[in-house]
């Protein structure tokens, strides 16, 4: 109990001081809800609705099923209330998961990165299993679109996935404006959160676990790349630093897209459509269609 409540300090001083507060994101309670599943590859407690369905077996129109990495502080739901469903309701087998708990209930991906990958990685082994699919395409938001990458490059996942697809990933660090200094300033702060909520500094630009993951180039050959960025994204500054370098790269920034496009961080990976179109143009190039403004009422 004692260690719990330390955790919950750590993460509440450290939230103001990084920008990374979450908003609430309604769910839908109503007859969706109470028809929704949960699955036995799915963790434990995730509940959906229409996604993370054991009996789905990918099509010869989409013969992959798509994995969803959540970001930080998000869970394998709430990340995807909007984004799973638009998913299955053009076909797809969707799998979404929870990683990196320490403890914090319904707030994620605070362990240790190089852990989370490692639960990743197995995850993606038991969606292949249950599907009988060859590989999977992955799509992430925030600490989702750049986990995926540790995964690749480390553990074995390259010949597995055939296409990432991160939403505001954090792929080169963040500054978050500059604030993560603040973790330098105040004495002792740096060790105190890596050792509750490893997570959030192993994002900060400069990390150990950011030099290993972006040493020797963003990508590994055989797999597609597609970043979706916003100009306004507040948490991973600059948001340039999300694009990707490498061949079967495509950076993409919502606003070229749709100049109206005013989403933030959160939710671009959570309700913006201009963003969930251009996904699926990743995960089904041939078939692509342009994602414009008129993508938010599709």
């Known amino acids: 109990m004692k260690q719990r409540r330390s955790v919950w300090r750590a993460v509440r001083s450290l939230l103001p001081a990084l920008g990374l507060a979450v908003a609430a994101v309604a769910m839908p309670t109503t007859a969706s809800a109470a028809t929704a599943s949960s699955s036995a590859v799915g963790s434990a407690g995730t509940v959906s609705s229409g996604w993370n369905d054991d009996s789905c077996r990918p099509s010869a129109a989409h013969p992959r099923p798509v994995v969803l990495v959540h970001g930080t502080l998000e869970n394998g739901t709430n990340n995807w209330w909007s984004f799973a469903p638009y998913l299955t309701a053009r076909g797809y087998c969707v799998f979404s998961f929870d990683y990196g708990k320490i403890g914090v209930p319904g707030m994620y991906g605070l362990g240790p990165a190089e852990k989370s ?30 986990l995926p990458r540790y995964y690749l490059k480390f553990l074995g996942g390259a010949p597995k996935v055939n296409a990432l697809v991160g939403i505001a990933p954090n792929n080169h660090g963040t500054t978050l404006s500059g604030i993560a200094k603040l973790l330098d300033v105040v004495p002792g702060a740096r060790k105190v959160i890596s050792g509750t909520a490893a997570g959030l500094t192993d994002q900060v630009v400069g990390s150990d676990f950011m030099k290993k993951l972006n040493e020797g180039g963003d990508t590994v050959p055989g797999v597609r790349y597609t970043v979706i960025a916003t100009r306004y994204d507040e948490v991973v500054t600059p948001y340039r630093s999300g694009f990707l370098d490498g061949p079967n790269v495509r950076n993409v920034l919502v606003q070229d897209l749709c100049p109206v496009d005013i989403s933030m961080h959160l939710t671009l990976g959570t309700i913006d459509r201009v963003a969930f179109h251009e996904a699926v143009n990743a995960l089904d190039p041939e078939h692509a269609t342009p994602a414009t403004c008129a993508s938010m009422l599709s």
């Open 117 to 146: 990958a490692g639960e990743l990685a197995r995850y993606v082994d038991k969606v292949l299993a249950v599907t009988g699919a060859a590989k999977v395409d992955i799509v992430g938001h925030s600490q989702g679109g750049m």
